[in-house]
């Protein structure tokens, strides 16, 4: 049973740059979350996406975007990119809906903006 | 709005001595608690959770956590650590409702040093 798969797992991009992020979630889960983790930090809660459509919504900018697709996949869309955008992000998946239930997360994808 | 408090954020311990690592939150109803692993470069394992019920929650790798909602807390602990459980250690509350444990506040974290 395949748990949440993120890609790529590393990335290095320039400033003032775009770039797109993916996941796929655990077999049978159909919410997915996006977390941002700066080193030494905790991770923080960008969005989350049910049935194509963005239900939650973080602390971020426009910049941040994403996107869910019928299979459930996701991406994570970062326009003109800052230095301070380097950091983990982490997606999770779980089930509608979600209580009683916790999150299953992905490995993350490493970005380092330069 | 919640947050999340780790007062600690190194902990050294002996292999073989107990642990406890402190968590405290703020949230304005009965919470989600979670507690997380993460070993450096990996993504976050879910050790336990509370939702309702029994306030002393058993997670995996021995690891328990009691929720005492009179001091906004939710410790977690071990009775005897091992080398491998060095790693950083994050505390999250999540609001209840259908999409509520989804969006996880996070503390800074605690990272955990074992000693021989």
């Known amino acids: 049973d395949a748990g949440v798969t993120q890609s790529p797992t590393h990335l290095i991009k320039t400033r003032g740059q775009q770039v797109t992020l993916r996941c796929s979630p655990k077999s049978g889960h159909d919410t997915v979350s996006w977390y941002q983790q700066a080193l030494g930090q905790g991770p923080q809660f960008i969005f989350q996406?049910?049935?194509?459509?963005?239900?939650q919504r973080g602390n971020f900018p426009d910049r941040f975007s994403g996107h869910q697709f019928p299979n459930y996949s996701s991406e994570l869309n970062v326009n003109a990119l800052l230095l301070g955008d380097s950091a983990l992000y982490l997606c999770?998946?779980?089930?509608?809906?979600?209580?009683?239930?916790?999150?299953?997360f992905g490995s993350g994808t490493r970005l380092t903006v330069v | 709005a919640q947050s999340v408090t780790q007062p600690d954020i190194h902990i050294t311990v002996s292999e073989g001595a107990s642990l406890e690592l402190r968590c405290n939150y703020s949230?304005?109803?009965?919470?989600?608690l979670f507690w997380y692993v993460q070993s450096p470069g990996q993504g976050l394992q879910l050790l336990l959770k509370?939702?309702?019920?029994?306030?002393l929650v058993q997670g995996i790798k021995g690891f328990e956590a009691e929720f005492k909602r009179s001091q906004s807390s939710f410790n977690l602990r071990k009775p005897s650590v091992h080398w491998s459980d060095a790693a950083e250690y994050f505390c999250a509350v999540g609001a209840q409702g259908n999409f509520g444990n989804e969006k996880l506040t996070f503390g800074t974290g605690t990272r955990l040093t074992i000693i021989p």
């Open positions: 949230y304005g109803a009965t919470p989600y």
């Open positions: 509370y939702f309702s019920g029994d306030t």
């Open positions: 999770a998946s779980s089930l509608y809906p979600g209580q009683g239930k916790a999150g299953t």
């Open positions: 996406y049910y049935e194509e459509e963005e239900r």
